[in-house]
């Protein structure tokens, strides 16, 4: 079964230092999603992606946070420069345009520490 | 503002015990709206997906029902085991179902 794949699954950095993630979402999927969970609270959308355009990056710190998706397949979430409260883990979805119910398809996450 | 408010927060039940989650909305216009299961340390995993027109949705011993009129779903777990211990998070899309807000999530945990 095809799934959503995320690199690295841990990750811990200094503060002040540059970090980046990577996701590979299913294979035809245009829809693609980076979220932020803080331990114990709920999803928090960064940015949306359709192809290679950004939907919605209306919550992403957008001094220290970037993303792109160039050829609108896989893609990579950067922060630079970390701080402690970047610490969280960072979970890529992605999704069908294809279907009715936009269902989201999780990866298992990227695990970030700042110290 | 669109929201969705999950109840409770957390929850503790003996293994074999049913639970009931809660789910309120106001999100519009309603698009569909999902039920996940998170483990600890792992992405979600959807459970349900329900239309507009779907007032009731099972997976296993996982049922889904939605109130479209009153803005309320709720998530029944029959028979709960120990790999039931997860959050529960409920999923309001807008629009034209990729317009999505999450809840909170309900902390689930069973014990022998």
């Known amino acids: ?115 | 503002k669109n929201q969705v408010e999950q109840s409770p927060q957390s929850l503790i039940i003996l293994e074999g015990k049913n639970c009931t989650l809660q789910c309120n909305y106001t999100v519009s216009p309603f698009s569909n709206l999902r039920w996940y299961k998170q483990d600890t340390g792992r992405g979600p995993v959807s459970l349900t997906i329900m239309t507009f027109s779907e007032n009731t949705k099972s997976n296993g011993r996982y049922t889904a029902t939605l109130d479209a009129d009153t803005k309320q779903s709720s998530l029944h777990i029959t028979a709960s085991q120990l790999s039931d211990s997860a959050s529960y998070i409920c999923v309001v899309s807008a629009h034209a179902g990729n317009m999505l807000t999450f809840g909170g999530g309900t902390r689930l945990m069973v014990k022998p």
């Not at chain 1, 230092?17 to 979402?25: E, H, I, L, R």
């Not at chain 1, 245009?30 to 949306?48: M, N, P, S």
Request: aromatic content about 10%.
């Open chain 1, 1 to 115: 079964e095809a799934e959503v794949a995320q690199s690295p699954r841990y990750k811990i950095t200094e503060k002040s230092q540059a970090v980046a993630f990577w996701c590979d979402p299913i294979s035809g999927h245009a829809t693609l999603y980076w979220y932020r969970q803080i331990l114990g609270q709920g999803l928090e959308l960064l940015v949306q992606f359709q192809d290679e355009s950004v939907v919605d990056d209306s919550q992403l710190p957008k001094d220290r946070f970037s993303a792109e998706r160039l050829k609108g397949v896989d893609s990579t979430l950067k922060i630079q420069p970390a701080e402690l409260g970047d610490s969280a883990m960072y979970l890529c979805a992605s999704s069908s345009s294809g279907t009715l119910t936009y269902e989201q398809y999780f990866g298992p996450g990227t695990r970030l520490t700042v110290t």
